[in-house]
């Protein structure tokens, strides 16, 4: 399957230019997990560390989920604007936030500041 979910995370890793054992570093997990996920026969990984593959080798969460839009490069955010995050659900969100479409971003910009505004 030239679309298969395995095939996607192997060329996502591949065009970082990671081996399957540095993305298993990163992601804290063995390197047979890495494989197994690589393996058209093998597991899925879990949707939260599907989000945590695409922040590693930079594509598009979308793209690695399902296939649709290309294999986008997401850029690193510059350095200088870096914020510390300490609570574990707003770096979820933050990480989530990262990997969307520009449209999907402004949506949710609109909800959160929407109910900002209600709130006051």
Not at 33 to 52: D, K, L
Not at 65 to 74: D, F, P, Q
């Amino acid at each position: 399957m030239p679309n298969h979910l395995a095939n996607r995370i192997r060329r996502a890793r591949r065009k970082k230019g990671m081996t399957q054992a540095e993305l298993a570093s990163q992601l804290k997990v063995s390197r047979s997990a890495v494989g197994n996920w690589e393996s058209p026969t093998g597991i899925m990984p879990c949707t939260t560390r599907m989000i945590t593959i695409a922040m590693v080798t930079d594509v598009s969460f979308e793209w690695l989920a399902t296939g649709r839009n290309g294999l986008e490069v997401i850029p690193a955010p510059p350095q200088s604007n870096v914020e510390m995050v300490d609570d574990p659900h707003e770096r979820r969100l933050l990480m989530a936030y990262r990997t969307c479409r520009a449209a999907t971003r402004k949506l949710v910009l609109q909800i959160v500041e929407g109910q900002r505004l209600a709130q006051v």
